[in-house]
């Protein structure tokens, strides 16, 4: 039997297409009408506590671990809450079988954020072909991640787990000399009980290499929760501090640094009082987009003191009690209580910059945190970011001529669902369904209070929000609500075109840069591209008869 081996992923540069797989049922059966639909669903307009929306909404710290999220005192307001509560009435959960992308996946744009890492998959040979299928890459390309692969030796117990990842850890340290080496799990790591938290601090003091251990494995609800696990771990190892690279040559953390820097005025506060409060956004996003978000909040006088993760794994962010965090993707919910729980920061309750209305809000609430104000226009009299919003969304006129009174319907895969509803509803669509594998409420409370305000200001019906949907229900709904386009995973995208279904797949969101003021158009064009399809084979049709 062979033992442990090292296998690198060579990949093929070739497109992967999705499969025509069954739907597990026909097409077809009764399903509840549409007036009734939305009847069922329609929000309360009579409310006034609802009307009255705080600009601020709270923050949210731990106390212990029992009690997971709770709310600090002085800055909750009993509308915000009551809102949070009236929002119950349109969920609803199917228990249904979710398809998607293994979590492993978070591997293809984790490596390329962190330059000096490298990231061992350990797994069986389903793992390295799920990788080679989905991340392809050319062949001279060398990319720093490799398959650890099980044989049924290391699954029976017959050798020794921690001598075969030592000899992989060291020929990686050879060959590219890694600052961080990520452990990532898998299935059958979970299923045969491999202690990888127990052998990586062991590990790493006798090769010299940090080793974070990620459980990445298909037990997560959607793809996009392996990012979610990978900066949990990166969060504890920040806790290391007599751990010499995560302070880098001067001896000194990043907020000790911060505090060293001279104190300035921002708006009329005391830099003294603003230097004990520093700011670190979490989530994997290219740098470019990190640049935007940085400049953003810089004219707002709020400084960036890191990013989780940063590009060099040695600029990783300390965390303290003093330190606020804001995410930028609602699939780091995981993320959010690991620093809250065991770093002690507080997490500022905000949507996500996705679209110019969720930029601004998102900068507004990170303002509200700082109790800076927001820059005015002394023209208009309206705030800067508001400006910005309106700009963006009149130089997307010839989108948003495409998107008036069309329908959409999300059928659920990557946990961006509810903030890319919240924008199409703004640009005029009618979302009847969002359907989602996971919802944390409690981390997305700022989001669906957002999107419930802009159905309101939009009058349209508060969609339906479907938590772990069952496909077979929705494609009876699909049938009797008839979308003009469905949002769904590459599994189901080609059987519903055979049957006449304009779709969309949700993976390319995952992968295109949709957050901040100046990609907003990136998102429209890939929500247009089906429909503008549709528009041209209709014209072609009419011209040839």
């Keep these: 039997m062979k033992p442990l081996k090292l296998k690198r992923l060579i990949m093929e540069n070739n497109k992967s297409h999705a499969t025509n797989l069954s739907l597990g049922g026909p097409f077809q059966g009764n399903c509840m009408p549409i007036n009734q639909y939305f009847s069922k669903n329609q929000p309360n307009r009579g409310s006034s506590s609802s009307e009255k929306r705080s600009s601020l909404l709270p923050l949210w710290e731990s106390k212990n671990a029992a009690d997971g999220f709770s709310i600090v005192s002085h800055n909750v307001l009993l509308d915000g809450a009551t809102t949070i509560l009236n929002l119950n009435s349109f969920f609803e959960c199917e228990t249904g ?73 060291l020929q990686i340290k050879q060959d590219r000399n890694p600052s961080v080496i990520v452990w990532i799990g898998t299935c059958t790591t979970e299923i045969i009980k491999m202690d990888l938290e127990g052998m990586a601090p062991r590990l790493e003091t006798e090769i010299g290499i940090p080793i974070v251990v990620a459980r990445a494995n298909g037990l997560d609800y959607a793809f996009t929760q392996g990012e979610d696990t990978v900066l949990s771990a990166m969060a504890l190892a920040s806790l290391k501090k007599d751990v010499p690279f995560l302070v880098g040559n001067t001896g000194l953390t990043n907020n000790q640094l911060l505090l060293e820097k001279s104190t300035s005025s921002v708006n009329g506060t005391d830099g003294k009082e603003l230097l004990k409060k520093s700011l670190v956004l979490f989530g994997s996003v290219p740098s470019t987009v990190t640049t935007q978000l940085t400049l953003e909040l810089k004219k707002e006088g709020i400084n960036v003191s890191g990013w989780l993760p940063s ?73 800067n970011l508001y400006d910005r919003e309106q700009k963006i969304f ?50 997305q409370a ?22 772990k949907p069952d496909n077979y229900y929705q494609i009876r709904r699909i049938r009797e609500l008839k979308p003009d386009l469905t949002i ?58």
């Design 311 to 383: 590009a060099n794994y040695k600029d990783l962010p300390t965390f303290n009690k003093d330190t606020l965090v804001c995410g930028i993707n609602p699939f780091l919910s995981r993320t959010a209580t690991t620093l809250m729980r065991r770093s002690k920061c507080t997490l500022i309750c905000a949507p996500f910059p996705i679209g110019p209305d969720g930029t601004r809000v998102w900068i507004e609430k990170i303002c509200g945190a700082f109790g800076i104000n927001p820059s005015l226009n002394p023209i208009t009299g309206n705030t």
């Design 446 to 467: 700022a989001e669906l209070a957002l999107l419930e305000q802009t159905c309101k200001e939009m009058n349209v019906p508060m969609p339906r929000i479907v938590e």
């Design 394 to 443: 009149n130089g997307l006129e010839d989108y948003l001529k495409l998107l008036r009174g069309k329908s959409v319907f999300f059928m659920g895969d990557n946990l961006l669902e509810i903030s890319l509803a919240r924008f199409l509803t703004r640009c005029g669509m009618i979302v009847y369904e969002i359907g989602i594998p996971y919802l944390d409420k409690r981390f």
């Design 97 to 169: 079988n979710y398809h998607t992308f293994c979590p492993i996946s978070c591997v293809a744009w984790l490596y390329q954020k962190i330059e000096d890492s490298f990231f061992l998959v350990i797994g069986t040979k389903t793992c390295g072909y799920f990788l080679q299928n989905a991340l392809g890459v050319m062949i001279f390309a060398e990319p720093r991640y490799a398959m650890a692969e099980l044989e049924e030796s290391d699954i029976s117990a017959q050798l020794n787990d921690y001598k075969e990842l030592k000899r992989l850890c």
């Design 488 to 545: 769904t995973g590459m599994a189901h995208a080609n059987p519903l075109e055979a049957r006449g279904i304009t779709t969309k797949w949700s993976v390319e969101f995952t992968f295109a840069q949709i957050h901040g003021f100046t990609n907003t158009r990136e998102i429209l064009e890939l929500v247009t591209q089906p429909l503008r399809r549709n528009l041209m084979s209709n014209q072609s049709v009419n011209a040839i008869s």
